[in-house]
């Protein structure tokens, strides 16, 4: 799945969905099915999101083990457009006779769906390697890039000394020594904000003899004798 993210112009993170949804769906992403969904994705110019819509539209197909027109048509149709024509080439039959066998809700979607992922790869062979020089592709690859990059620096070590690091402060936190330091902090904090509340209390209550306190004092600085400076003529 790595190596095929450098060479995809979507995220990985879409392209991990679409290969999950595959599996799921009773399809090996590895034989060329997962390549030849992301070129087709990719030649009308899809998004991630196109590829992801188009995984979730395979996968519901086969859950319910028979092609529908709305998987069909609707959602993969949406992200590309030839779907139904691919299935009716696959099977060698015209898509007005396509149309007919879905409507009887009797199409096997195993079969089915991996003619039509064989004729995608037929006509889309090579679209996302040629969607990688596209602005899109282009964004797509440096975040790959740099989901890569971070795996790999997990993968040296990080990961698992963090994880140790975080064991070790769960550990510390669920201690009989840090109980005590919260409790105490806890009581420390609340004899201060009741200290606080004391002495507001007191300056309410105090105010009008504060007040005169000051006005005395200014009253006092305004009678202060000022000497005046002269200079020498």
Do not use: C, H
């Not at 070129?39 to 998004?47: E, K, L």
């Not at 996302?128 to 790959?144: D, P, S």
């Not at 620096?153 to 000394?161: K, W």
């Amino acid at each position: 799945l790595f190596r095929s993210a450098k060479n995809a112009p979507f995220e990985i993170g879409a392209l991990s969905d679409s290969f999950v949804k595959l599996k799921v769906a009773g399809i090996d992403p590895t034989n060329g099915s997962m390549k030849a969904l992301v070129d087709s994705v990719a030649r009308f110019g899809g998004t991630g999101e196109s590829l992801k819509r188009a995984s979730v539209a395979i996968q519901q197909m086969a859950g319910k083990g028979v092609v529908s027109m709305e998987e069909l048509r609707q959602q993969l149709g949406e992200a590309v457009p030839t779907a139904m024509r691919d299935m009716a080439d696959g099977m060698g039959v015209s898509m007005q006779e396509l149309a007919k066998i879905v409507q009887t809700g009797t199409l096997q979607a195993g079969p089915a769906i991996s003619k039509m992922l064989l004729r995608m790869k037929i006509n889309n062979e090579g679209a996302a390697a040629e969607m990688m020089n596209t602005w899109v592709g282009t964004t797509a690859r440096f975040k790959t890039e740099m989901q890569l990059a971070a795996k790999a620096i997990a993968d040296a070590g990080f990961a698992e000394e963090a994880k140790k690091v975080v064991r070790e402060l769960t550990e510390t936190l669920q201690s009989p020594e840090f109980a005590k330091f919260g409790a105490d902090s806890g009581k420390a904090l609340g004899d201060l904000v009741r200290g606080l509340t004391d002495v507001t209390k007191m300056l309410i209550s105090y105010r009008g003899e504060i007040e005169l306190l000051v006005k005395a004092w200014l009253v006092y600085r305004s009678e202060e004798p000022t000497s005046e400076l002269q200079s020498p003529m």
